[in-house]
């Protein structure tokens, strides 16, 4: 997982495939939802604080046999600052068969004279989609 706070840097290719032959690989084009807090840390005001980060990841970009994310996203607001989250995923984590998390983990832009570092998984790919239960 790779920390790029300018947000500026073009990751990978977006895709679909079917890596080994197997559908257990196949990949359609999808995103995440996450929401999460960075940690506790003091402002320029000594006033300690935490922002919550939640958004929508980009589209897959096959890294190896699996795939990566990129996340943009700004904080909520605390005391007229946030920050911006730019960050790539780790790869797929498989839950069951059809179902995978992405673990992300880093530090915010630099902002009011601090930073946060933040740690979360995604949600589950397509979680509207629940297996039928037989």
Do not use: W
């Amino acid at each position: 997982m790779s920390n790029n706070n300018n947000c500026d840097i073009a990751y990978g290719r977006h895709y679909r495939g079917n890596q080994l032959g197997d559908n257990y690989y196949r990949y359609r084009d999808h995103n995440h939802e996450f929401l999460s807090s960075t940690n506790y840390e003091e402002d320029e005001n000594c006033e300690e604080h935490n922002h919550r980060i939640a958004g929508t990841t980009g589209p897959a970009i096959r890294v190896g046999l699996s795939h990566v994310h990129r996340i943009e996203e700004v904080t909520d607001t605390f005391n007229d600052h946030n920050h911006r989250v730019c960050i790539t995923t780790g790869p797929a984590i498989y839950i069951s068969r059809n179902k995978h998390i992405h673990i992300v983990q880093g530090q915010t832009s630099f902002n009011d004279g601090h930073d946060h570092d933040y740690f979360f998984t995604t949600l589950i790919d397509d979680p509207s989609n629940v297996p039928d239960r037989n």
